[in-house]
């Protein structure tokens, strides 16, 4: 059984966000319910919870205060929002996973699923990806490894998993969709070429057009460009510095 807290500022939010537990992840038993930042974290260092299903913004800070008070983030971090688009992309990048509210059953019990594989949570990666440094947690089903995005050479989709290509040749199987990839690394240098495919822009040394279009990365791997990302990546490469 995992212990786990909810921290929301929101009564109804929490009500029904302990209730889809007790509904869908029977193997979760809610130990506290805090309000805000302060009694959050009071509250945390009491139980020492295995989860934190966290909100974002609360009438005395963010998730993000509460979390920096606490000496030590050895609990798997869960943030729940209703909105704030731009802060669950950084989120993503470290957090185990994140729910808009209302919450989805499906993906709550696949949030809880995460949890229960990656362990505890890394403040420093939150920290990091707040501060501009841009790393990335690999949650695969062994271990999480934090990355440099500027490593990242490209990503393939394995069914609902994705496969990580590194500059140093490594590969990291990660149990996440590329779908949740694009919309994640999109903004950061990133481009979506084919239904399987995910490319770091600074790795691209040409384009081919010829043969359906190719392109070609600087280590000479060949990745194909669908009919409808052709006119994207043409685009995307003529205005690339």
Partial sequence: MKRALIIDDVE?????????????????????????????ARLIKEVQPDIVFLDIQMKDGSGFD????????????????S???????????SAVDYLL?????????QAVEKADASGQGKLEVLQSNLGGSKRLALNSQEKIKVVDLDDVVR?????????????????VLVTRTLKEYDS???????????QSHLVHMKFIAEFVKTDGGHLVLKDRTE?????????TVIKALSHFA
Wanted: hydrophobic residues 40%; glycine residues 4%; negative net charge.
């Fill in 66 to 81: 509460l979390l920096e008070i606490i000496p030590e983030v050895n609990f798997a971090l869960i943030f729940t929002t």
């Fill in 223 to 231: 990745i194909p460009v669908s009919s409808r990302k052709r006119s």
């Fill in 83 to 93: 909105s704030d688009t731009h802060a669950i992309q950084a989120f993503r990048f």
């Fill in 12 to 40: 109804n939010a929490r009500i029904s966000l302990r209730s889809d537990l007790n509904d869908y992840c029977p193997e979760i038993e809610v130990v506290g319910e805090a309000e805000g930042v302060v009694s959050g």
């Fill in 155 to 171: 990503c393939e989709s394995t069914g609902s998993y994705t496969l990580f290509y590194m500059k140093d040749k490594e590969q």
């Fill in 101 to 109: 509210k209302p919450v989805d059953p499906d993906q709550l019990m």
């Fill in 184 to 194: 994640m690394l999109s903004d950061v240098g990133f481009i979506r070429v084919h």
